[in-house]
Every structure is written in C-alpha cells, then in structure tokens.
C-alpha cells in the first residue's frame, strides 16, 4: 500500500489486481515522506519500502472515533503501522484523521473467476504443482473485499473508487489525471504475470462445480460489482 503525501492520495493494495505494477510505476514518483510498505516476494521489497514502521497514532483517535476500538487497541500489538495489503478501516485506525478524510483512497478489483485463476498460477509458480480443485477447496481465492468494505459491514465501501483490473490503464489514467500524477496511458510492465503461463480465459478452463464454488466464496464481491461469469 502507499500513501502520498506529494499527491495527497491511499492506494489500498488489493491481491492479484496489478498491485505490485502500480506501485512499481508510483515508486519513483512518490516524495521522501510516503509511505510504501514492503513488496512480498520481490527482492527490493525492503529497499521499496520506507516511512511504514512505527508505532500507531496517538491514543486520542480512540475517542474520535469510538467504534473502531478494537482495530486501534489491536493496532497497539502490531510490530509495523503499515502493512502491505492491510485493509482500509485498519489503515484508517493508523492515519491521522486529517489524512484520512481528505486523501484520496482507492483500490482494484478483478473479476472473481479470473483473479482466482490468477490467483492459482501465482501460487503454483511458488509452491509447485496444485490441483485446482484442492487450491480452491481450500478457500485460496483472494478475498479482496475485506479490504475497501466496512469492518463488520461488506456491503460499504470505505474507499473513494474501486477501479476495474478489466479497464485498468482508463480508469488509472482518469485517477492520476485528477490527483496530477504523471501518466503516459499504461503500466507498461505488470510484474507478476509472468506466474501465469497458461493464458486461456477462465471461461475455458474453470468447470461449472469449480465456478460455482467460486460465486459462492466470493458472493460479496459480485454482489457489489455485478459480476457475471
């Protein structure tokens, strides 16, 4: 995740949507004073990172804001303030609330069926051959929406925008436009996806007891979004 104090935004870095690109093309852009947390299996993560340790905001910020005690006493136990993809009502628990309430915050999300056939191919790139179905029995589909919903509620999105992967360099071009962030029109460079070697759509792969169960586990999502296999 990053948070810019240069262009006074919070990229919410949801799993399997091009995060690690984006934050690869906001690295060098971003100023001294922002945040940028740790990129998990990249070996620059920790030279990435800088401005995400520490302890968390000052204890007052639990009484304006009551109804997130628990996610700010837990904030009190973390080793880190920041963490990589740590969901937006615990980075707000983190942030001042100026911050908060006048960045811009925003997020991506991807069609559930392909993101969990992304998904697959990223840990078998890691781990070694898994059967799709157990990787999926498993529940290892990448629940994004724990990640821009309310804490007990996932029907309320607490971010500004939640850009579609689908239409990914349009909707980023019309964010970056608005906070003044230097954009030729594309990420040029998608970092991971070098993980999925099979490149069929998910369409032609996925089985209807594996698409149904994948609907099931993230209901939510296409819920919100109004996905459709």
Not at 48 to 71: C, M, Q, S, V
Not at 154 to 164: M, Q
Not at 198 to 215: M, N
């Amino acid at each position: 995740m990053i948070i810019s104090h240069k262009y006074k935004f919070i990229f919410i870095k949801t799993m399997k949507t091009a995060g690690t690109s984006i934050e690869h093309y906001l690295r060098p852009l971003c100023g001294a004073e922002d945040v940028l947390t740790p990129i998990t299996n990249e070996t620059d993560g920790m030279e990435f990172a800088r401005n995400w340790k520490g302890t968390f905001n000052p204890i007052p910020e639990l009484f304006i804001d009551p109804h997130h005690a628990r996610i700010v006493l837990d904030a009190l136990r973390s080793g880190s303030k920041y963490e990589e993809h740590q969901p937006a009502v615990r980075v707000r628990a983190r942030t001042p609330r100026s911050i908060w309430d006048s960045y811009y915050k925003f997020c991506v999300e991807r069609n559930p069926w392909d993101k969990v056939l992304s998904f697959y191919h990223f840990a078998c790139g890691l781990m070694g051959p898994l059967s799709l179905d157990d990787f999926i029995a498993g529940r290892h589909v990448a629940q994004n929406y724990p990640l821009y919903t309310g804490w007990r509620n996932h029907r309320k999105i607490v971010v500004d925008r939640v850009l579609r992967y689908e239409d990914l360099d349009r909707e980023l071009g019309e964010v970056f436009e608005m906070l003044g962030v230097p954009y030729s029109g594309t990420l040029t460079v998608r970092r991971k996806g070098h993980f999925r070697q099979d490149r069929r759509p998910y369409r032609e792969v996925l089985t209807s007891v594996q698409r149904d169960a994948i609907a099931k586990l993230l209901k939510p999502e296409i819920d919100l979004f109004g996905y459709e296999f």
